[in-house]
């Protein structure tokens, strides 16, 4: 599961990557909110926008990446592959800045369906 998480702990977009394989249902959503915490301590202590794991669940891990408008990129997953997590990061980045900066874009309507389409392709790229 992946989850970007705007200011005041708005979730502005969800979705499921299979990066988990065991089902655990509604516990992602439970696991990821009470990583917020850390993630915020992590990230006034790092000068790293790739936070890499901050929280573990039993087998279940929570990465995460934070970019400078404190707007916080999180994964669950239960494999370790620090360099495509953060490859893949970059990439939903770089694909997030792009969807922002567009002049037609509206926050309340969400993203579009090109910016899920290619975050779904990075997360085949870089993690399944």
Same mark, same amino acid.
């Given at each position: 599961?992946?989850?970007?998480?705007? &200011? +005041?702990? $708005?979730?502005?977009? /969800?979705?499921?990557?299979?990066? $988990?394989? &065991?089902?655990?249902?509604? =516990? +992602?959503?439970? %696991?990821?909110? @009470?990583?917020?915490? %850390?993630?915020?301590?992590?990230?006034?202590?790092?000068?790293?926008?790739? =936070? *890499?794991? !901050?929280? &573990?669940?039993? /087998?279940?891990? !929570?990465? @995460?990446?934070?970019?400078?408008? +404190?707007?916080?990129?999180?994964? $669950?997953?239960?494999?370790? +592959?620090?360099?495509?997590?953060?490859?893949?990061?970059?990439? $939903?980045?770089?694909?997030?800045?792009?969807?922002?900066?567009?002049?037609?874009?509206?926050?309340?309507?969400?993203?579009?369906?090109?910016?899920?389409?290619? !975050? &779904?392709? @990075?997360? *085949?790229?870089?993690?399944?």
């Amino acid at each position: 599961m992946f989850l970007i998480i705007g &200011k +005041n702990d $708005v979730p502005l977009y /969800e979705a499921n990557l299979g990066t $988990v394989r &065991k089902e655990i249902g509604h =516990l +992602n959503q439970f %696991i990821i909110h @009470a990583a917020l915490d %850390i993630v915020d301590e992590e990230a006034a202590n790092s000068p790293n926008m790739y =936070l *890499k794991t !901050v929280d &573990k669940f039993n /087998e279940i891990y !929570v990465s @995460a990446y934070v970019t400078a408008g +404190n707007i916080r990129l999180m994964l $669950v997953h239960d494999s370790r +592959n620090e360099d495509g997590i953060r490859n893949f990061f970059i990439e $939903v980045h770089e694909n997030l800045i792009k969807a922002l900066m567009n002049p037609m874009f509206d926050l309340i309507r969400g993203f579009s369906q090109p910016f899920d389409t290619r !975050v &779904k392709n @990075a997360a *085949k790229r870089f993690l399944i």
